[in-house]
């Protein structure tokens, strides 16, 4: 019995031995990579220059903000307005492109609006008569609706200088096949969130290079080593 009990004691004394070695063992090695780094930052030659933190990159606005209401009056119901629209916001329908017919009513409105107050490619739809909510709702009262208010937004643009080299940008984008702009669905760690902190999911690309590119091109241009990206702001819901 007594035996059995020493044998006991013994093995759990082991096993706790081994632990508090396997414990001490890298705090020791730590501390001395750390003593032995110090002196070779304290030996560097006085003429190497230091190292100084590159410049946040350059931000070029292109467009500022803007809101205003719009009433729009078709010639008959279940007539087209005359815009392309897409649904890559969840809550705000966004402008892809005007048609140009001259009978339609965002054409027949931008006639007469005022200096700065007309419907472009790139403005988002965020309630329609005055209601909020989702995308696909914004639409089916749009159908609806004769005549139908608009509330538009135009977020900001402005352009950022990416720095790339072989690293990832870090989003994950999304664009319908007839589109005009790159939307991003999600930012990560990479380019983007390190060279322009500000942009976030909800943004859209709407040219790299100074070029408008068809949305596949874009993504494909976005590739590139270094770059300019146009950014479109998303709607302030």
Same mark, same amino acid.
């Given at each position: 019995m007594f035996c059995c009990c020493a044998t006991e004691a013994q093995q759990v004394e082991a096993v706790a031995v081994q632990k508090v070695a396997l414990w001490e063992?890298?705090?020791?090695? #730590?501390?001395?990579?750390? @003593?032995? /780094?110090e002196p070779a930052i304290v030996d560097a030659p006085e003429d190497e220059a230091p190292v100084v933190p590159a410049d946040p990159p350059k931000v070029e606005q292109r467009q500022a903000p803007q809101s205003f209401d719009a009433v729009l009056e078709r010639p008959a119901s279940g007539l087209p307005f005359g815009w392309a629209l897409d649904m890559l916001h969840?809550?705000?329908?966004? @402008? #892809?492109?005007?048609? !140009?017919?001259?009978?339609? /009513?965002v054409t027949t409105y931008n006639a007469s609006a005022p200096g !700065? =107050?007309?419907?472009? $490619? !790139?403005?988002?739809?965020?309630? @329609?008569? %005055?209601?909020? %909510?989702? $995308? *696909?709702?914004? %639409?089916?009262?749009? @159908? *609806?609706?004769?005549? /139908?208010?608009?509330?538009i937004q135009r977020p900001a643009t402005y352009v950022i200088e990416i720095a790339k080299g072989d690293r990832p940008l870090g989003v994950d984008l999304n664009y319908t096949t007839k589109g005009s702009s790159v939307y991003i669905t999600n930012v990560?760690? %990479?380019v983007i969130s390190e060279q322009a902190p500000g942009v976030r999911k909800g943004h859209r690309i709407v040219s790299v290079g100074g070029k408008a590119l068809?949305? &596949?091109?874009?993504?494909? $241009?976005?590739?590139?080593? *270094?770059? &300019?990206? #146009? =950014?479109?702001?998303p709607p302030e819901i």
């Amino acid at each position: 019995m007594f035996c059995c009990c020493a044998t006991e004691a013994q093995q759990v004394e082991a096993v706790a031995v081994q632990k508090v070695a396997l414990w001490e063992t890298p705090t020791e090695a #730590e501390a001395q990579v750390t @003593v032995e /780094a110090e002196p070779a930052i304290v030996d560097a030659p006085e003429d190497e220059a230091p190292v100084v933190p590159a410049d946040p990159p350059k931000v070029e606005q292109r467009q500022a903000p803007q809101s205003f209401d719009a009433v729009l009056e078709r010639p008959a119901s279940g007539l087209p307005f005359g815009w392309a629209l897409d649904m890559l916001h969840p809550d705000a329908l966004h @402008v #892809e492109s005007l048609t !140009g017919d001259a009978n339609a /009513a965002v054409t027949t409105y931008n006639a007469s609006a005022p200096g !700065g =107050f007309d419907i472009r $490619a !790139g403005d988002y739809i965020t309630r @329609v008569n %005055g209601s909020a %909510g989702s $995308a *696909k709702n914004l %639409g089916d009262l749009l @159908v *609806k609706s004769q005549p /139908a208010q608009v509330s538009i937004q135009r977020p900001a643009t402005y352009v950022i200088e990416i720095a790339k080299g072989d690293r990832p940008l870090g989003v994950d984008l999304n664009y319908t096949t007839k589109g005009s702009s790159v939307y991003i669905t999600n930012v990560r760690d %990479g380019v983007i969130s390190e060279q322009a902190p500000g942009v976030r999911k909800g943004h859209r690309i709407v040219s790299v290079g100074g070029k408008a590119l068809p949305p &596949k091109e874009m993504v494909d $241009a976005l590739r590139s080593s *270094k770059m &300019k990206i #146009e =950014f479109l702001a998303p709607p302030e819901i």
